[in-house]
């Protein structure tokens, strides 16, 4: 009783220390609930001492912030408040009157900043008159709706010859045959379908160009056809003007005066028909003249990563040795670098003047030019269009490939209602970038390659997707406009549906014309003389007879798809075929990858690389050299919904 009352009073019972002779002894404590009473106690002191230890640097963190709060507003209000030291010039006030410096220091507040935005906004405008161009040609190709006005004003026409004056100097400085690397996007004929290059914009490009990784290689066939050719063709040649080495504007068959002129047969799709129409016929004829000027400077191909060909038409048939350094490749190197084609300059020579045309006319040959028509020699023979254009077989396309080092052949020149067909073992890819004006369906389909280093991939417009710059006449969009806004629209091919009766289309007025204040586009009569017979030293022969006549030539080999203009796909009840793209090897291009830049011309001996250029590939491939003849370049393949893409 008494030990258990000791224990719980008093605490010198916990370790009991004696000291003899300077030793110290623990007198040990052995009752088990005295030991957990003891180690209860020590707990909740220790949790004390840890909770006061935790106060007391509070207490310290606080005083330390209360401390910087309050020097801070000491020293701070100075510092915070914003003041602005102005120096102004002030006569004094003696009698002498001299001019003095004043320096005065005043509180800042919303007043500065809204003095010094009207200050900036007063100051002259620095953007250069090429930046100036640039932009309004890209205001009008985003929002064509809401620039009516424009696209039928001089002041379009002037910044059509001011495009074409800047941009000739580009194209004339770049090589017959352009050498550049992946990745790089490849399109098709175009036609002056302002509505599909719209939806490439959106999708491929909606960042703007300059912000998207890779190149851009169009191959050709910009006018005709279509109802906005100057729309098509202003923005493009913007687009090089502002990127020259990231923008390539290949020269297809319709860049040649013969055939953009041919007002008889395409009528009021033709460009110059749209050049008269929209600016009179004196200012039309310049504007025509003078985008046909910047044409014959276009480079007739181009090469990508040293390992894919890509052309309008094909390739052209070898005027030398093809064991010559070069070869093919050399000769449209040689092609003169002002060239008209259909027609000749008198200064083109005949051999090279041939190889233009095979590059922007030829053909792949179908099956039965394959067992007919083709020489088993060559691999040319002549193509269904007439006229002089040829066509090319299996053989030409390996020797080709072998000669030159290359992997695979990408062109335009036909309209598949698919956007891309292959053909040819696989090895040739026909891009056609354009959905409308061929006959090819309500579901027919705009396509383009990305070139990603050792893979490609097909992006393709659904027949599903809709955009906001092309409407029906029965669109609610336009039930506000007039008739006559509604006419004007269909001119300018932005509603669709009308045929040309119904369109109403009336004689030009120059009247009509439209003032602009802007100092850079008051060009005078004679600056735009001028700028139209700088090609002087350049003339034309027109009795001269061309490689090709256009106007012995049809629109496509009869038979394809292109020229099937009474075939409806959409009507016929046909399936649609799938592409096999197993055909397509890879091999190569990621043996070539790696490479570094480009020699001048010829690449080093490739023998020992398995590749599809000698046309041996395996028994279950569709695009073997056996199978393939049964292949029909227009082979179809179903994509959807608004964008598709196929991984090669």
Known sequence: MFQNTGIGIGSNFNRRRTRESRDSTIVAITDKQTKSLLRERDSKIAALEKEVLGLQNKISTLDKEQAMITGGQRRGKKGLTPYGNT????????????????????????????????VLNSLPDETSPKEALINRIQDMFRSPNEHVGYLKSEQFAKDLLKLNKKVKTILEDEPRCVFLQSPAYVFGDIHGNLEDLHF???????????????????????????????????????????LPQKVFLLRGNHETRDVNGWEEHYGNRSFIYQCRERFGDEMGYKVWEM?????????????????????????????????????????????????????????????????????????????????????????????????????????????????QGFSYIMR??????????????????????????????????????????????????????????????????????????????????LVEGYTAEEAGEEEFEEEEWEEFDEDDLNTSREEMDSSVDEDEEYVLDDRRKSSVDPNMTAASPPGSTHGSHDFDVEGSGMLA???????????????????????????????????????????????????????EPGASTTMSPALKKFSL
């Open 291 to 403: 985008t046909n000027s910047t044409f014959d400077r276009m480079p007739l191909a181009a090469v990508i990563d040293q390992d894919i060909f890509c052309v309008h038409g094909g390739i052209p048939r070898p005027i030398s040795d093809s064991s010559v350094e070069g070869g093919r490749i050399k000769d449209i190197l040689n092609v003169s670098k002002v060239a008209g084609i259909n027609p000749p300059y008198e200064h083109e020579v005949d051999e090279y003047q041939q190889v233009a045309s095979d590059c922007i006319w030829s053909d792949p040959a179908s099956e039965d030019q394959e067992n007919n028509n083709v020489d088993r020699r060559s691999g040319y023979g002549d193509s269904l269009r007439g006229g002089g254009a040829i066509c090319f077989g299996h053989k030409a396309v390996t020797n080709f490939l072998q000669q």
């Open 412 to 493: 335009a020149h036909e309209a598949h209602a698919e956007g891309v067909a292959v053909s040819k073992g696989a090895r040739v890819f026909t891009v056609f970038s354009t959905s409308k004006d061929h006959n090819q369906g309500n579901n027919a389909m705009a396509g383009c390659i990305l070139i990603d280093f050792d893979k490609m991939q097909v992006i393709n417009r659904s027949p599903a997707y809709r955009n906001q710059y092309v409407h029906r006449r029965d669109s609610v969009s336009l039930a506000m406009l007039s008739e006559a806004e509604i006419k004007e629209r269909v001119q300018l091919g």
């Open 200 to 242: 490439f914009s959106d999708n491929v490009w909606n960042l703007g160009m300059a912000l998207t990784a890779g190149n851009f290689v169009f191959l050709g066939d910009y006018v005709d056809r279509g109802m906005s050719c100057l729309e098509v063709v202003a923005y493009l040649l913007a687009m090089k003007l502002m």
């Open 577 to 631: 075929k799938k592409i096999d793209f197993t055909g397509v090897d890879s091999t190569v291009r990621r043996k070539k990858r790696d490479k570094g830049g480009f020699s001048a011309i010829t690449e080093a001996d490739e023998e020992d690389e398995e590749s599809t250029v000698n046309g041996e590939e395996d028994d279950n491939n569709m695009f073997d050299e056996t199978e393939s003849e049964n292949y």
């Open 87 to 118: 120096v102004r010039v002030s006569t004094s006030k003696c009698s002498a009157k001299r001019r003095q410096m004043i320096s005065e220091k005043n509180r800042m507040g919303r007043n500065a900043s809204i003095s010094t935005q009207a």
